[in-house]
């Protein structure tokens, strides 16, 4: 899996205002259903939510992958995003988050949806990649940022 296979320039976002976990998964599931036919918000959202009960996706750092499978997904959807401020998140290290990495997947994409993890958690554990992104102030630079580092 390449990143560019599951991102797109129109799904990056950089400096949002989100102040809060709610927010953010709120406003990211009406985003990406609104780019996609048979996607709806409630079920992107409910279903990010009911991960993060099972544990918080905010890895440390700065650093969140909120992920979940969505019944009518009929590919890896990922969503890259940056926040104006961080924001409490839960993270494991107390620590608010600044960065997130949203990946939806469909219902059976075992796989592939822990392949994408995998991958997407190396990739933000790289500081010198975390600062850029941190710094950038523009969606296009955020995308050609992540998809050639």
Not at 128 to 135: G, M, V
């Amino acid at each position: 899996m390449q990143l560019e296979d599951i991102l797109l320039p129109e799904r990056c976002y950089c400096k949002v205002p989100w102040r809060s976990k709610r927010r953010i998964l709120t406003n990211i599931s009406d985003l990406i259903s609104g780019q996609f036919k048979g996607l709806e918000s409630e079920p992107i959202y409910d279903s990010l939510m009911a991960r993060e009960q099972l544990g918080s996706t905010g890895l440390g750092n700065g650093i969140a992958i909120p992920h979940c499978r969505v019944t009518n997904c009929a590919e890896i959807i990922g969503s890259l995003i940056t926040l104006e401020e961080p924001a409490e998140y839960d993270a494991i290290d107390g620590k608010p988050v600044d960065i997130l990495f949203v990946l939806i997947v469909p219902e059976r994409e075992s796989d592939e949806h822990i392949t994408a993890l995998a991958k997407l958690a190396k990739l933000l554990s790289d500081q010198d990649l975390c600062f850029t992104l941190r710094q950038t102030l523009c969606n296009e630079d955020l995308y050609n940022i992540a998809v050639t580092y």
